[in-house]
C-alpha cells in the first residue's frame, strides 16, 4: 500500500481494504494489542485483517516527471488493479510476558490513478503504481500500573515501488517514466494502551524513522477505540477503528517522493 510519498498511493491500497479486507495476517499500522493481560508468562498470538481509507497528497517525481498528488478515498477506490489483488492489509503479534514481536504487512496497486496531476504541463496524465510495505520490529513494557502500558519499540519497515506515468500531450507526443525502488527504514517509537471500560480500551502509538538509512525521514501516527466482541471456541476477537497517518521522505538518484497519507482504519482481531 505505508501506503505513498507516490508510494503512499498505496495508502490507497488500505482504502480498497476497507471493502473486502482478507483474513487476518499482518504493517505498520499495527492492529491495536488484544485486551489481554502482557504478564502472561506463556506465549500467546494474535492475528488481524484491517482496512485504512486515506486521503494521499505530496508530489512525485521519476525521471524528471513531476507528479503533484492530491488523491482523495474515492480517487483510490476508483483506481483499484482489479486485474491482480489489489490491496491487503494485516497485522499479526506474538507476546510474552512484557515482550511484543510484531509484523505488519501492506499491498496496493493501482492504475490510471486518480488524483495525479502533472506539474505544469497540460495532457493526459496516467499513473500506475504498486507498493509493498512490510514492517518487523518488538516491543517491550516498561511501565504498567492498573491496566494501563507504556511500551518502547524498534524495528525496521520495508518499502517496495513500483511507478510507471505517461504522459499524453498535444501534437502527437507522449512521455513514459518507470521506476522500481526498495529500502529499509528503521523506527523507532511507543505505545499507550489504557483500558477505559471492561473490554474496552484506547491504543495511541507513534514512530519516527529513516534517518537517512533508507528515506531521508519518515513518521507515523495511530490512535484507536478497541473494544471486545465475542469469544468463540477459546478465541477472543476484538474490533477496533479509529485514525492512521503514515508519511516518507524518500529520494534515490531519479526518483524522488513526499507524501502523507492519512484517515480512518477499522479492523478485527483474532487473539489466540
Not at 237 to 257: C, K, N, P, T
Request: glycine share 10%; proline share 5%.
Amino acid at each position: 500500500m505505508t501506503v505513498l510519498h507516490l508510494i503512499r498511493f498505496p495508502a490507497a491500497l488500505l482504502a480498497f481494504s476497507i471493502f473486502s479486507a482478507p483474513p487476518a495476517s499482518a504493517a505498520d499500522l499495527d492492529a491495536p494489542p488484544p485486551l489481554v493481560s502482557q504478564t502472561a508468562s506463556a506465549w500467546t498470538f494474535s492475528l488481524a485483517t484491517y482496512s485504512w481509507l486515506p486521503w494521499i497528497s505530496g508530489d512525485i517525481n521519476v525521471r524528471n516527471r513531476e507528479i503533484d498528488v492530491d488523491a482523495a478515498p474515492d480517487d483510490i477506490l476508483r483506481s483499484l488493479d482489479w486485474s491482480t489483488l489489489p490491496v491487503w492489509m494485516s497485522y499479526a503479534e506474538l507476546r510474552n510476558g512484557p515482550l511484543t514481536i510484531f509484523n505488519d504487512i501492506i499491498w496496493t496497486a493501482l492504475e490510471d490513478g486518480q488524483g495525479f496531476e502533472r506539474r505544469f504541463v497540460s495532457g493526459e496524465v496516467q499513473v500506475d503504481y504498486s507498493q509493498l510495505t512490510v514492517e518487523l520490529g518488538a516491543a517491550y513494557a516498561v511501565w504498567s500500573q492498573g491496566g494501563a502500558t507504556v511500551d518502547v519499540l524498534a524495528g525496521g519497515r520495508y518499502w517496495r515501488q513500483e511507478t510507471d506515468i505517461f504522459i499524453g500531450g498535444s501534437g502527437g507526443l507522449s512521455l513514459d517514466a518507470s521506476a522500481t525502488v526498495d529500502w529499509v527504514d528503521p523506527f523507532i517509537g511507543a505505545r499507550l494502551s489504557q483500558p477505559i471500560a471492561p473490554g474496552q480500551s484506547v491504543l495511541v502509538r507513534g514512530d519516527i524513522g529513516g534517518f537517512g538509512a533508507g528515506s531521508d525521514f519518515s513518521w507515523q501516527a495511530l490512535a484507536t477505540y478497541n473494544m471486545k466482541l465475542c469469544e468463540t471456541g477459546g478465541t477472543v476477537i476484538d474490533g477496533y477503528f479509529g485514525y492512521r497517518a503514515l508519511a516518507v521522505d524518500y529520494s534515490q538518484g531519479s526518483y524522488e517522493l513526499d507524501v502523507v497519507q492519512h484517515g480512518p482504519v477499522m479492523g478485527l482481531t483474532m487473539n489466540f
